[in-house]
């Protein structure tokens, strides 16, 4: 079984651009989330969607950041504009049906610098 | 509100030594505990959990952890450790409810020297 796909593995932008980053969940998983995890620290969860809907967004900077999951598949985080301290390393998982909702599948990352 | 507090940034250990990685949790109901690993560059990887029954739990690459619900622990643990361990360590909690949200700690830095 394929795991969760995450593009780019880095990126490097100045502060005021924007960025994108994709993320393609495992096959069949109705549950997507999205972390921030600066360096030192564990990850944070940002948004998380069930199918095409958000569950919890209660820690997404909304003012800069946005997410979406459009036909409950893959999904996109945007950040703009970037500031220095949204440097890290931006997590998606995925997880399953009912019985396995408890077990989440993470990618590689995607790690961000902003200078 | 439930939080993770891991209590050893890092651990330095030798080749073949035991491990033991310490994890607090704070929930206010039944929690499920995870342990992850996370090598350099690499995304996070589940090493074992605790849903519910046995308290001495199994995971791979020869670790295990044991649930203490009265002294709110979760330790990781390993008899004998190898260089390929040498890894970030994340322990989490998930309370349950609608949404199945997992709180981290900030993680324990294990490196294994020969």
């Known amino acids: 079984e394929a795991g969760v796909a995450q593009s780019p593995r880095y990126k490097i932008i100045e502060k005021r651009q924007s960025v994108a980053f994709w993320c393609n969940p495992i096959?069949?998983?109705?549950?997507l989330y999205w972390y921030q995890q600066i360096l030192g620290q564990g990850p944070k969860l940002l948004i998380q969607f069930q199918n095409n809907g958000v569950v919890d967004d209660s820690q997404l900077p909304k003012d800069r950041f946005s997410a979406e999951r459009l036909k409950g598949v893959d999904s996109t985080l945007k950040i703009q504009p970037a500031k220095l301290e949204d440097s890290a390393v931006y997590l998606c998982?995925?997880?399953?049906?009912?019985?396995?909702?408890?077990?989440?599948?993470f990618g590689p990352g995607t790690r961000l610098t902003v200078t | 509100a439930q939080s993770v507090t891991q209590l050893d940034s890092q651990v330095p250990v030798f080749e073949e030594a035991p491990v033991e990685l310490r994890c607090n949790y704070s929930s206010s109901v039944s929690v499920y505990l995870f342990w992850y690993v996370q090598y350099p560059n690499q995304g996070l990887q589940l090493l074992l959990k605790y849903l519910s029954g046995s308290t001495l739990v199994k995971g791979i690459n020869g670790f295990e952890a044991e649930f203490n619900k009265s002294q709110t622990s979760f330790h990781l643990r390993k008899p004998s450790v190898h260089i390929s361990d040498t890894a970030e360590y994340f322990c989490a909690v998930n309370s349950g409810g609608s949404n199945y949200k997992l709180t981290f700690g900030k993680g324990t830095l294990l490196t294994v020297n020969p």
């Open positions: 096959s069949g998983h109705a549950t």
């Open positions: 998982a995925s997880s399953g049906g009912q019985a396995r909702s408890y077990e989440q599948y």
